[in-house]
């Protein structure tokens, strides 16, 4: 048997757990005993409007069940939004231990048609609403405390490998395991881990809801979500990807490549096969890795 997890008296915020994937990992985090804040704009898929009513259903939902919810109607994508997200839970509980950073929309339109006011909204909620004007201030408190926290960061096979049409949504999420990457190092001596997770799932964003236990609905990837929420968590500065019941780590990779302190533009087209080769790499954690990986390899 393996003990269940549980949050008994810490506190965590879900952003966009107004419905689908956020909902599903707000819910499930309330029955294992968090204390929630269940932030929640309620707009549109396309970011835009609110409605006060999402977010305060899922808080009822939480207290109907026994639990403890404040709502935040503040929007992720500005500066003031993020720092009130973050203090609703120091001002209730005192205290902050973990961030799913879910809130997301989609304007989808191709790189060629591409608007860019659209896209610059579409940035601002994904990557500088998700990954600094709530996760910076969220980080800063972990830090303070001394005990120190988890985030989980949102990306997506979309930005991981690309998806017509979703060039900004894309590019927002890929910027986000970039961001990711070097809160794993700045955070680590403090006990703050980050993770990126890209999840698969029914939902109204992807304009296919369903209800959270279909074989496609958010809740076959909460159980993810708050793994990658809890003290017990192994890993650190990882992705992750889930969706119908199946979990998986997304590397990134370097190949042994060619050797050639003469090369030059001809003789790599001509090597190409060697520089490419996929059957023997290395899977970096740093960029000081690299350096590391290059000694080894150039002698």
């Given at each position: 048997m393996v003990d269940k997890?549980?949050?008994?008296?810490?506190?965590?915020?879900?952003?966009?757990?107004?419905?689908g994937l956020g909902r599903a990992y707000a819910l499930e985090l309330?029955?294992?005993?968090?204390?929630?804040?269940?932030?929640?704009?309620?707009?549109?898929?396309?970011?835009?409007?609110?409605?006060?009513?999402?977010?305060?259903?899922?808080?009822?939902?939480i207290e109907a069940g026994g639990g403890e919810a404040v709502a935040s109607f503040d929007s992720v994508a500005t500066p003031a939004g993020g720092k009130a997200i973050v203090d609703a839970a120091i001002d209730k509980w005192g205290r902050l231990d973990a961030l799913i950073s879910n809130a997301g929309i989609l304007r989808d339109r191709s790189y060629a048609k591409l608007d860019l006011d659209e896209a610059r909204s579409v940035v601002?909620?994904?990557?500088?609403?998700?990954?600094?004007?709530?996760?910076?201030?969220?980080?800063?408190?972990?830090?303070?405390?001394?005990?120190?926290?988890?985030?989980?960061?949102?990306t997506s096979a979309s930005g991981l490998l690309g998806n017509f049409g979703q060039a900004s949504y894309g590019a927002a999420k890929m910027g986000l395991v970039g961001l990711m990457r070097t809160l794993r190092i700045e955070g680590e001596k403090a006990?703050?881990?980050?993770?990126?997770?890209?999840?698969?799932?029914?939902?109204?964003?992807?304009?296919?809801?369903?209800?959270?236990?279909?074989?496609?609905?958010?809740?076959?990837?909460?159980?993810?979500?708050?793994a990658l929420a809890h003290a017990q968590c192994p890993t650190n500065g990882e992705i992750y990807m889930a969706g119908a019941g199946w979990y998986s780590r997304?590397?990134?990779?370097?190949?042994?490549?060619?050797?050639?302190?003469?090369?030059?533009?001809?003789?790599?087209?001509?090597?190409?096969d060697k520089v490419s080769d996929a059957s023997t790499y290395s899977e970096p954690r740093s960029a000081g890795d690299i350096s590391t990986i290059?000694?080894?390899?150039t002698g």
């Open positions: 997890l549980r949050f008994d008296d810490e506190v965590v915020i879900v952003t966009g757990a107004g419905s309330a029955a294992r005993g968090a204390k929630l804040v269940v932030n929640d704009l309620g707009g549109s898929t396309d970011g835009k409007g609110s409605d006060a009513s999402a977010a305060s259903r899922v808080v009822a939902e601002d909620v994904h990557f500088w609403g998700g990954g600094f004007y709530v996760a910076q201030p969220a980080f800063a408190a972990m830090k303070e405390s001394g005990r120190g926290g988890r985030i989980l960061l949102t006990g703050i881990k980050v993770n990126a997770l890209a999840p698969i799932a029914g939902t109204r964003l992807t304009g296919a809801p369903v209800d959270d236990d279909a074989p496609k609905g958010p809740g076959k990837v909460a159980p993810i979500a708050v997304v590397m990134i990779g370097v190949t042994e490549g060619w050797v050639s302190p003469d090369a030059t533009a001809e003789t790599i087209l001509a090597n190409w290059m000694r080894s390899i």
